[in-house]
T-cell receptor, first 112, second 112 residues
């Protein structure tokens, strides 16, 4: 089974500053990678995904993540955060598609 | 198109009581999943289903049962609730042609 590690449980950052949320997974076999965002008292929403092809994937609201196979990482970045980005972010990994393995989450707090 | 819905949104049980959580999806998805979310532990898979009439155990299945009698519904049952089952429960679904999962809004369950 996969193990997904999100190294930072809480990340405070000032508005308009850059941010990186880190995600590492355990297995180097072929994987599908996802970032989900959870706003307070809501379900999870897909932010972006890597299935194949270009290792850099982007979301519609300015986030991007880069798949690094040699380092088994899928870090999430945004060059300039907004107050509305305050949320919990989960990294997830799927091997054969049946099961997802989630990280423990990173709570991003954007400070005005 | 409601997506994934969960009933109820909140519930308080006493130890030993039973209840059933209902998940419904109107996207004709083959795969459905039940997760529980606990602070600092991310999402953990309880049970999942790859199609109508099939179920399988996930990472933390003990104390739960599931049924998938209709393709659009996935029921999670607690036969004898315990305080350790206090959690937020999320249902998710996906189609066999894509890898991302779509999540419901969650059910917050408290067992006293």
């Amino acid at each position: 089974a996969q193990s997904v590690t999100q190294l930072d449980s809480q990340v405070p950052v000032f508005e308009e500053a850059p941010v990186e949320l880190r995600c590492n997974y355990s297995s180097s076999v072929s994987v599908y990678l996802f970032w989900y965002v959870q706003y307070p008292n809501q379900g999870l929403q897909l932010l972006l995904k890597y299935l194949s092809g270009s290792t850099l994937v982007e979301s519609i609201n300015g986030f991007e993540a880069e798949f690094n196979k040699s380092q088994t990482s899928f870090h999430l970045r945004k060059p300039s955060v907004h107050i509305s980005d305050t949320a919990e972010y989960f990294c997830a990994v799927s091997e054969a598609g049946n099961q997802f393995y989630f990280g423990t989450g990173t709570s991003l707090t954007v400070i005005p | 198109n409601a997506g994934v819905t969960q009933t109820p949104k909140f519930r308080v049980l006493k130890t030993g009581q039973s209840m059933t959580l209902l998940c419904a999806q109107d996207m004709n998805h083959e795969y459905m999943y039940w997760y529980r979310q606990d602070p600092g532990m991310g999402l953990r898979l309880i049970h999942y289903s790859v199609g109508e009439g099939t179920t399988a155990k996930g990472e933390v299945p003990d104390g739960y049962n599931v049924s998938r009698l209709k393709k659009q519904n996935f029921l999670l049952g607690l036969e004898s609730a315990a305080p350790s089952q206090t959690s937020v429960y999320f249902c998710a679904s996906r189609t066999s042609g894509q890898h991302e999962q779509f999540f419901g809004p969650g059910t917050r369950l408290t067992v006293l």
